[in-house]
């Protein structure tokens, strides 16, 4: 059993996390993560209306008798979302767990709340927004490296340093995020100072996940080098999957084009149209790195399992056996 700050603070088995991801993080995989020992979220904004999320919640609790949170996202948008409504409709139904990410605005969101009792797990990409979100009373942090599916931020600092970075300052409770899917990248964050790890893109390709087979099938096909850097001249970076669309987008943002020159090839409902029908080749999609190290389509009971089996082994034989090595030598 691997106990940390993160399982015992909330209440989970398995220092694993699956974070909140825009049109995924519905209640069948969530309710699947929660009944397998980990900590899924719901994404609060994948709801169109706020009733939908209550809707959702309270579905979600008909699946699981387990601890499971809800995602809330605050980035500037044209038609912004009424973000308070989402946050009162996620205190109102009993969720006592939160992950936070966006703009400084989330501050607003965390005041409702804290008030409510509600513990806080804030996205960060880099040490000083962690420490900056500590300084605010959040409850732990995710760390996100350069590896990560969605938005890296613009430090381009991979996890291998970017997490004993965060370790070194953050005291809070803290998990490893970018670029983890199985049990040595869990030992590798525990050992780097992480309390647990959060994955995206792995619990993409499992059974309970919301999206077409043939979406999960080509995150299997593709390797570490199947993604692409989108919005970077706007300062908003993401990575997303490879594939014709995204290419597309990238060619017009390196000319020198605003936003408004690609909106049609990367607006969300046609990422989504893709992700229901199983064309790849439809619109952008968020995707890792760890893709590179994903080979099949599992349970998420049986991928929690197994990534939970090979650290313990880890721990127990590979690294045991090194120590009783060096031991030896020593003798």
Known sequence: MLRTRFTEMFGVEHPIAQGGMQWVGTAELVSAVANAGALGFLTALTQPTPQALADEIKRCRDMTDKPFGVNLTVFPTINAP??????????????????????????????????????????????????????????????????????????DIPGLILIPAAADQV??????????????????????????????????????APIHDGIKQQIVANDERATELLYRSYRNTARVAKNTIASEALRIEREGNGFEAIAHLVRGTRGKEGLDSGDPEHGIWSAGMVQGLIHDVPTVRDLIDRIVAEAEAIIDRRLAGITQARTAVGA
């Not at 969720?95 to 804030?122: C, D, N, S």
Request: with cysteine.
């Open 82 to 155: 009424d973000h308070n409504a989402y946050a009162q409709v996620i205190i109102d139904g009993g969720v006592r767990i939160v992950e936070t990410a966006g703009t400084p605005a989330i501050a607003e969101q965390w005041a409702m709340f804290k008030a409510a009792g509600l513990k806080i797990i804030h996205k960060c990409t880099s040490v000083r927004h962690a420490l900056s979100a500590e300084r605010k009373g959040v409850d732990a942090i995710s760390i996100d490296g350069f590896e990560c599916a969605g938005h890296p931020g613009e430090d």
């Open 171 to 208: 005291t809070i409770p803290m998990l490893a995020s970018g670029g983890f899917g199985d049990g040595r990248g869990l030992v590798a964050a525990l050992a780097l100072g992480a309390d647990g790890i959060n994955m995206g893109t792995r619990f993409c390709a499992t059974r309970e």
